[in-house]
């Protein structure tokens, strides 16, 4: 960054802070990219006047699209902020829906929690998803945007930013021109993702108008291929490549980016999967926009009602923070592979005819040797490797004494309250490390500290 933008960054940071909403306005309209930059401490404008109490240029940002759940370098968000320092109004904003949410489901906890991989940037449309005519003219209007994925990993772009600090890993967007020559190749598999999203989704009062109107709007498509990088990359004319296949690449994208990755990603691996009918053995044939795969075998038993293996499949995984009877401390494991000294939430795939609750309290007792009374649903994350669904939980254990179960996992340790703080807000890895915020572990371990802080 250069000293004259560092200079209109600070100004439009004293700005957000003094509640100067005209002079936040007019650096906006001069340079629209200044919304979301952060200053030397890690703060965006949107933080500063949440801190302060600006209610009007809060009001402002987000009319203006700011990203709400961007975090300062302590995990906190702008909504984090504004409860810290008593500004409920400004909660209230932050939060969108919650004097409704207040009304008709008193006592649920409102905190926005939104996870990495969850972000729906586009509208699925899944009733398109069997009108072949309109997909095919989707497929081949110039505003189509394709994701080219090379064994699962996707094509992206790399620019620098800040001064060099955060590189910002983007996906190439291509266009029909680009592609048409792969999408005639046999083994190429093509995903209909969805189109854009309207920009205000709830000026549309009848269901008829809304049809007519998100049709219209640029569709996306992944376009799955195994064939050699080296050629898949002519088909962008930027400076790009593959990500890596190491997945905390995968963590480096935009939460744009990212929710669009987890849909792709886990249909595509699902895809490579799954290419013979899993009931018959017979070949399939892709149908629904990449939806489903039909058995091209006749007398196939899957040819008959509604059959799970012709879709997409989705596991579900359980994670959970046990907390101790105390209420001080929480439960954190480790497996071989983690770097050394992380610690994280336990964890494990749901069982055939098993609930929630069941599995939490199984997967700690196998773990650890805890065993677990209450279990609390949190939030959820689509975690594209290749495809579970991860069921966040706060857990509250019966017992305390721990055995670990070294086939799975190497350590489990009670961590104080202090310590995981120390970890989490004030980056102090000398004892413990967490996973990336990135994680919804991260982000379970993160909503238990805030639970109990009074913040
Ligand atoms: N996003 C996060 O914060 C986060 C954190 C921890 C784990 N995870 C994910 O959760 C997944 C499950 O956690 P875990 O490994 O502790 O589970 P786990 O404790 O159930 O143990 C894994 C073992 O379960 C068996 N298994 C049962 N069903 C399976 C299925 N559908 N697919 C694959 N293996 C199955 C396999 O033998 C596997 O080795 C991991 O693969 C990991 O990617 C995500
Ligand atoms: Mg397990
Ligand atoms: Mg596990
Ligand atoms: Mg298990
Ligand atoms: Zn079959």
Known sequence: MSSVEEETLQRFLDAAARGDVNHVTTLLSQVPLIINQRGTNGWNALMMAARNGQYDVVEELLKHGCDKFSVNSSSQTAHDIAKFWGHRHICNLLGGANDVCQR?????DQTPQENYFSRETLERLSEKRTDKSWMEDKERDPRTVYLLFNNLSPMVGVSQRDQGERVETKLCRLKYEDVKNLLNKPTTVLIFLGVEKRKNPLSSSTSSQKEGTSCELPAWFAVGSDEDAGELLKCCSDKCCFLK??????????????GVVAQ????????????????CGSGTRVEEGGYKRSCLNSECRSQQGVHNTCYPRVDPVVIMLVIHPGGNQC?????KIFPAGMFSCLAGFVEAGECV?????????????????????VSSQPWPLPSSLMIGCLAVAMTT???VDENEIEDAQWFPRQQVMDSLLRGDRSKLSLPPRQTIAHQLIKHWINMTSNL
């Open 401 to 403: 004494s721990i055995t």
């Open 357 to 377: 609750e069941e599995a939490v309290r199984r997967e700690v007792e196998e773990e650890s040797g805890v065993k677990v009374g209450p279990v609390h649903y």
């Open 331 to 335: 439960l954190l494991g480790r497996k």
């Open 245 to 258: 296949k190491d997945h905390r690449e995968l963590l480096k994208l935009s939460e744009d980016d990212a």
């Open 264 to 279: 792709a990603r886990s249909v595509l691996a699902w895809h490579s999967r799954y290419s013979w009918c899993p009931t």
């Open 104 to 108: 008709v489901l008193p006592g649920v």
